[in-house]
């Protein structure tokens, strides 16, 4: 069955230390896309990255980065230097893309505060 | 105009009463979906509309009822519902229903029921 796992419910760091947050997946197929997803306060899901299962290289993005590791089924997110404006509830996704297939399997997401 | 817009952004309603929710995208997106999103649990799937096509969820009561008039808008009609449907309500957009799709979403609407 597909399952997406973020145990971390929420994490509390000060400005400026980096942060990572764990995303573990279960799936079946090898063929699946992962995603990432920030809820800021005002509601929005704000799409940060999509990674397909046969790029497992890391990716960069400013003081983002994404490390996918298919051995571990993880796709954990760090940021680095946090700052306020990064407080949102981070949600972690799985696409197993067919015909049929429509739905995502979401986390239940990780509550990130970062204090002044 | 911003991609997708939700309105009310709130909505207080008691159990008797009839309301609506809309939802707009201008991204020339052909697909569409109601998400609702209860405090401490997954983001649940209720409805998706491609193409003309209905595609819902059948854990969803039929006290919700979804009208998709075409490819920019999306209604979500609410009757008679129940105190635990309060939840924040998220309409999406995207270009193919595939999963794989990114989807954009509206800021919500934060919904109580009385």
């Known amino acids: 069955a597909q399952k997406v796992t973020q145990a971390q419910t929420e994490i509390s760091v000060v400005e400026k230390e980096d942060v990572t947050l764990d995303c573990v997946y279960e799936?079946?197929?090898?063929?699946?896309?992962l995603f990432w997803y920030k809820q800021p306060p005002s509601g929005e899901l704000v799409f940060l990255i999509r990674?397909?299962?046969?790029d497992e290289q890391n990716e960069i993005s400013g003081r983002y980065s994404w490390n996918f590791q298919k051995s571990t089924s993880s796709f954990n997110f760090t940021i680095t230097a946090s700052q306020v404006v990064d407080s949102a509830v981070y949600f972690c996704?799985?696409?197993?893309?067919?015909?049929?297939?429509?739905?995502?399997?979401w986390g239940a997401g990780t509550k990130l505060i970062i204090k002044p | 105009e911003t991609g997708v817009t939700q309105t009310p952004r709130h909505l207080v309603m008691g159990m008797t009463n009839k309301k609506s929710l809309k939802c707009e995208q201008h991204l020339g997106h052909n697909a569409m979906y109601w998400y609702k999103q209860s405090a401490k649990k997954p983001l649940e799937l209720m409805f998706v509309?491609?193409?003309?096509?209905?595609?819902e969820n059948n854990s969803v009561p039929s006290r919700f009822s979804p009208e998709c008039p075409n490819s920019s808008h999306l209604f979500l009609h609410l009757h008679t519902l129940q105190p635990e449907d309060s939840a924040l309500y998220l309409c999406?957009?995207?270009?193919?229903?595939?999963?794989?799709?990114?989807?954009?979403f509206g800021p919500g609407t934060r919904l109580t029921v009385l």
């Open positions: 799936t079946r197929d090898t063929t699946y896309y």
């Open positions: 996704a799985l696409s197993e893309p067919t015909d049929s297939n429509y739905q995502l399997i």
């Open positions: 999406a957009s995207s270009q193919g229903r595939l999963s794989s799709n990114e989807q954009f």
């Open positions: 990674r397909n299962s046969f």
């Open positions: 509309y491609s193409l003309e096509e209905r595609v």
